[in-house]
């Protein structure tokens, strides 16, 4: 089959195609204990197929429903205490956000000089945050979106991966899904159901709020909880919201986004351990100085999506609401702080004439 033949199929069997290979790879490494499973299995079998031309895409109120049953399914595994207590060291966190700001600019410049590309192409590549929204940015600039995208989807596959095989090997097999408690009536499902629909509204109608499809049910989902209002994520209501966060991000790997990468990416692959490495080292100091255990501190400081980390947070057990405050704080801060920062930077680096 030619490299674009998966394109030219009927959209009804691209997506039979998508569905059954992403949830059977997902169930199987699921069955074989491996970390953030349900997420890994999708987004390995979209980037395969979109290499291989596949034309369908999943719209955005399927990505953002998605987001909204992750976010469901963090809320539900928040604790009060760990988090009040969180909040209380505000200024370690605040530090450790500023480092990962900081290591990703790092990175962005090590990148540029290793592979030629534009430096301000190379920062937006490299900080952490919304994909999207730094893409669009880059756009905005003039500055090559396709690169940036190129960027920003490579660093995200490599954190996934490498916080898996990390899990792996600290942790060991991963825990199985706990969110459907045996006993909970059928009627548990309908906050989260309704949660779902809150966070498509917000991705749709504010979309100001950075990651509301996720942080708007987190944070609705775990006052419900605080109150006595149960609900229930089931293991094939997960299984499903993941595949959508999954697919959605292997599928953007397209052949042309390949073709434009292809001569910079072994630079960029290793430009990408390096800011894995760095992260890694702060997450060690991190719990050093927090008492956390080691694998909650480097999920909590590695520049990946929240979705993602949560999934494999759960799946290694990790402390959730510790990773939470600091992955939702670096978020504020990158949209609020990232491009003034890295406008800043690159005109000293300008001036200096470096």
């Given amino acids: 089959m030619l490299l674009s033949d998966l394109g030219r199929l009927p959209h009804a069997l691209q997506w039979g195609l998508l569905v059954v290979g992403g949830v059977a790879l997902g169930l199987g490494m699921e069955f074989l204990h491996v970390p953030a499973a349900l997420l890994l299995g999708p987004l390995i079998w979209a980037a395969i197929l979109g290499m291989r031309g596949m034309a369908i895409r999943v719209t955005a109120p399927t990505y953002q429903f998605g987001q909204a049953i992750a976010g469901a399914l963090i809320g539900l595994n928040i604790n009060p205490q760990i988090l009040a207590m969180t909040t209380q060291m505000w200024p370690v966190v605040l530090l450790f956000v500023i480092l990962t700001l900081v290591f990703a600019c790092a990175a962005g410049l090590v990148a540029t000089r290793l592979t030629g590309l534009d430096r301000e192409v190379a920062m937006w590549g490299f900080m952490p945050g919304m994909a999207g929204t730094m893409i669009a940015l880059a756009h905005d600039r003039g500055l090559d979106s396709r690169m940036v995208a190129f960027i920003q989807i490579l660093r995200l596959l490599m954190v996934i991966a490498a916080m898996v095989a990390f899990g792996a090997v600290l942790v060991g097999p991963a825990l199985p899904h706990a969110a459907a408690e045996p006993g909970q009536p059928a009627l548990a499902i309908v906050p989260t159901l309704l949660l779902g629909a809150l966070g498509v509204a917000t991705g749709k109608w504010l979309k100001r709020i950075p990651a509301g499809a996720s942080l708007v049910p987190i944070l609705v989902g775990g006052v419900l909880c605080l109150n006595g209002i149960a609900y229930t994520v089931p293991h094939w209501l997960v299984t499903a919201a993941f595949f959508f966060l999954g697919a959605q991000t ?12 292809a001569k910079a990416l072994p630079m960029l692959v290793l430009t990408v351990v390096l800011l894995l490495v760095l992260c890694g080292v702060s997450g060690v100091v991190l719990s050093l100085v927090s008492g956390s255990d ?12 929240i979705d993602s980390i949560a999934l494999v947070a759960l799946s290694t057990g990790s402390d959730m609401s510790f990773i939470m405050v600091l992955q939702t704080t670096r978020l504020f801060a990158v949209i609020v702080f990232g491009p003034p920062i890295a406008r800043t930077l690159l005109q000293l680096l300008k001036l200096a004439r470096i």
């Fill in 250 to 261: 292997g599928l953007r790997f397209t052949p042309e986004i390949v073709r434009v990468g």
């Fill in 294 to 305: 080691l694998m909650s501190s480097v999920l909590a400081t590695v520049p990946g999506s």
